[in-house]
């Protein structure tokens, strides 16, 4: 989406366009998705092109789209390096991640002085390309769209060994190397303040939210139910953590303890988790009702979520879903579609009445939750209804531009721009 200009969050932001003279510089660095398709990534840079910045930014090729090594797209410039994810171990992320600083650096050399570097985790390792820009005059907003600390420990199951004890250390030098913290929430915000020592008026909750002109209900398709009922969807990324196989259970009860075999279920998303999930749908004797697409077109998934009867959230409590916003929580409410989520603490706090909630990682009751919904369209319409009116309110992104805007221009103050056509004074200027 291009977004129109705001005038209103200019103003907000301390107007960090700041009207006349060269625009500001801003690089965002991204390891863990290729852009656009990191949707917030995507709606942070245009917000900032919107704003008046030119915007560059650091990723990773996709594997089947934004596979481009250079791109222009809307006004921002892209600059991508090849990356293999991680496998087999430790020593499969040490070589990601070594090879993914490497291009860092190199790619960073090749985009020049930037007012902003603005590096986005996981990993907690980009302070290091960010540490070397600082010293070239710019200054570092850490956006903490993870937890390392809690993923690690959720993700792996290894409790709080000497690896966990390196990605807090990790996470620690990223916080003390930042000159602003923007999180994706209030909890995330209270980690900063109080495990990262960051001043309050130093750290800027920047919600994730889905773009309502990408994403909105177009009429449903009743050929997606597969010649049953109802439909249930689920959307989003497939990986040890995110409760797949919770969701599969559950309608394994579904089917086999409460009698119900009047829906089906598409599973859109991929992740490492993916083939697992396929093979213990077919041990769950699933094949014939649960269907997996992988990743699809937007349009594709807007067909599905517009068909969608009730749409499933089933990340389990841990120390890291607990605290954390679910993306796909958010684009089921922009559908108007009513949601079964696990009591987790900042899932109430996005979906409030949108959804019913489960006791942590009760997959009986998750079963229930969704029996109850399929028999009763009317308070499915009313919580459909409860979650397009928060998103389009305090959970919008034209509040999420406003504080994004104002932590640039947080950053930004008293720092004098710097001049894409003199890198010698460039380099010269030391961060303060």
């Not at 789209?65 to 087999?88: F, K, N, Q, W």
């Not at 171990?89 to 570097?117: C, I, N, Q, S």
């Not at 929430?185 to 920047?206: C, I, K, L, Q, T």
């Not at 499915?380 to 979650?387: N, S, T």
């Amino acid at each position: 989406m291009r977004a129109g200009p705001n005038r209103d969050t200019w103003a907000l932001s301390g107007d960090v366009r700041s009207g006349a003279g060269p625009a500001r510089r801003a690089l965002i660095l991204v390891e863990n998705l290729s852009v656009p398709f990191d949707r917030r990534v995507w709606q942070e840079c245009t917000t900032l092109r919107d704003a008046g910045w030119t915007v560059h930014v650091i990723c990773p090729q996709g594997e089947k789209r934004d596979t481009e090594s250079e791109a222009s797209i809307d006004g921002v410039r892209i600059h991508r390096y090849p990356l293999r994810a991680a496998t087999g171990g430790p020593a499969g992320y040490l070589r990601e991640y070594g090879t993914a600083l490497w291009h860092t650096l190199r790619l960073a050399r090749k985009v020049g002085p930037v007012d902003v570097v603005h590096a986005c985790n996981p990993p907690d390792l980009l302070f290091l390309p960010a540490l070397w820009m600082k010293r070239h005059g710019a200054r570092f907003i850490f956006d903490q769209h993870d937890l390392v600390p809690e993923l690690y420990l959720s993700r792996f199951d290894r409790g709080e060994d000497l690896l966990y004890r390196a990605v807090c250390a990790l996470e620690r030098r990223t916080y003390r190397a930042a000159d602003i913290v923007l999180a994706t929430n209030e909890s995330y915000r209270d980690v900063a303040v109080s495990r990262g020592g960051r001043r309050p008026a130093d750290v800027f909750v920047v919600r994730s939210a889905p773009d309502i002109e990408r994403f909105h209900p177009v009429p449903p398709e009743p050929e997606l139910r597969r010649g049953k009922p109802h439909l249930l969807c689920y959307l989003g990324v497939m990986g040890p953590q995110d409760g797949v196989d919770y969701a599969l259970r559950a309608l394994a009860k579904l089917r086999d303890e409460l009698g119900r075999t009047d829906w089906h279920a598409v599973f859109v998303g991929a992740g490492d988790a993916f083939d697992a999930m396929v093979e213990l749908s077919q041990r769950l004797g699933l094949s014939e009702q649960v269907q997996f697409t992988g990743r699809v077109p937007d349009a594709d998934l807007v067909r599905y979520l517009s068909t969608a009867d009730v749409c499933l959230s089933p990340d389990p409590r841990n120390p890291l879903n607990d605290v954390s916003t679910m993306n796909k929580v958010l684009e089921y409410m922009v559908m108007g579609r009513p949601i079964v989520s696990f009591d987790l603490r900042e899932a109430r706090v996005s979906a409030g009445d949108a959804a019913v909630y489960a006791p942590a990682n009760d997959e009986a009751e998750f079963a229930e939750l969704i029996m109850l919904l399929l028999d009763d369209p009317e308070q499915r319409a009313r919580m459909g209804k409860i979650g397009q009116e928060r998103i389009s309110g305090h959970l919008s992104w034209k509040n999420s531009q406003a504080s994004l805007l104002a932590a640039y221009a947080a950053a930004c103050r008293d720092h004098t721009p710097v001049s894409a056509g003199d890198p010698v004074r460039a380099r010269g200027r030391q961060h303060p």
